[in-house]
């Protein structure tokens, strides 16, 4: 349900979801402040817009190898460290783990196709303002589209450690320097053996 468990502010651990659960649904973590780890069950397939956003000391999260959809804003301001975004996942909506401090890799795997932005998400970028976010692997060989960039602006990763890389496939290195958004971080662009 949405809006479920807002603003719980005592609220410290989930691990226990029922197995039939397929949907975190919109808000339903939100402003849990004292909400340190979930384990979400593998039946669930999409977690959606702001699930947990703004639960800032949400450090350990497992994710459902289900999984399929990651809403715009799910773990934005959370304190998640590293990320291993599951095989299943085809989409990454706008401002997911945006602000998301203490960040400092991301694996986005293959079968990604988009990151997108939602109506009212347009400038929130997946991981902007990921301070501390140095090392990004993109497992796509065809590069995810950014819909909302077409432009030539692209802010998805905006504000990330200076040092950043963005290891795509060797082969698809070149495709990723052309490709609308991804044209933005050309120069950090690495072909990388997965």
């Known amino acids: 349900s949405e809006w479920m468990f807002y603003g719980c502010s005592s609220l410290t651990t989930i691990v226990d979801f029922p197995e039939s659960v397929e949907v975190i649904g919109a808000h339903a973590f939100e402003n ?22 703004g639960c800032s000391v949400l450090a350990n999260v497992e994710l459902s190898t289900a999984l399929v959809n990651i809403g715009s804003n799910a773990f ?3 304190a998640v460290k590293v ?9 990454i909506g ?49 590069p995810p589209s950014l819909p909302k960039y077409n432009t030539g602006n692209c802010w998805i990763f905006s504000n990330n450690a200076p040092e950043r890389k963005i290891y795509v496939p060797k082969e698809s290195v070149d495709a990723y320097k052309k490709a609308n958004g991804w044209k933005v971080y050309a120069e950090d662009i690495v072909g990388y053996e997965f």
């Open 94 to 142: 706008a401002g997911a783990f945006a602000g998301c401090t203490s960040l400092t890799s991301i694996t986005i795997p293959q079968n990604v196709t988009g990151i997108y932005g939602g109506p009212y998400y347009d400038y929130d970028g997946a991981f902007e303002g990921c301070k501390a976010l140095n090392t990004v692997y993109c497992k796509p060989t065809t």
């Open 32 to 53: 849990c402040s004292a909400l340190t780890g979930i384990v979400i069950p593998n039946t669930v397939e999409n977690i959606s817009d702001s699930a947990f956003a």
């Open 76 to 78: 934005n301001g959370t």
């Open 83 to 91: 990320i291993e975004i599951p095989y299943g996942v085809e989409n």
